[in-house]
């Protein structure tokens, strides 16, 4: 119905910069909030950053003024530019869309996840 994909992940030195992208595709007739989580090795999935339609971003506090996320409303895509990485950053990455699809019902969709390491 609907598809996240994302893209950008890798393995970046420590203090080493990395811009994850996720593209929404499919029955989508408007998207409402987008956002970045991760887990790390042994912990829970954590909320990164999200950002709405309109209004102000959100951010963790682990992460405020060295991650920045932004959209592209025309395409679908909502993306996390990522500075100073540190190794705590290393986790699988997820984006999140709550999209209201075409029949007008809203959902919460979860791309597959991309691997951010940060390592020397």
């Known amino acids: 119905q609907v598809q996240l994909v994302e893209s950008g992940g890798g393995l970046v030195q420590p203090g080493g910069s990395l811009r994850l992208s996720c593209a929404a595709s499919g029955s989508i007739f408007s998207i409402n909030t987008m956002g970045w989580y991760r887990r790390a090795p042994g912990k829970q999935r954590e909320l990164v950053a999200t950002i709405p339609t309109g209004g102000s971003t959100t951010y963790a506090d682990s992460v405020k003024g060295r991650f920045t996320i932004s959209r592209d409303n025309a395409k679908n895509t909502v993306f996390l530019q990522m500075n100073s990485l540190k190794p705590e950053d290393t986790a699988v990455y997820y984006c999140?869309?709550?999209?209201?699809?075409?029949?007008?019902?809203?959902?919460?969709?979860w791309g597959q996840g991309t691997q951010v390491t940060v390592s020397s």
């Open positions: 999140n869309a709550l999209v209201v699809v075409t029949s007008r019902s809203t959902y919460d969709f």
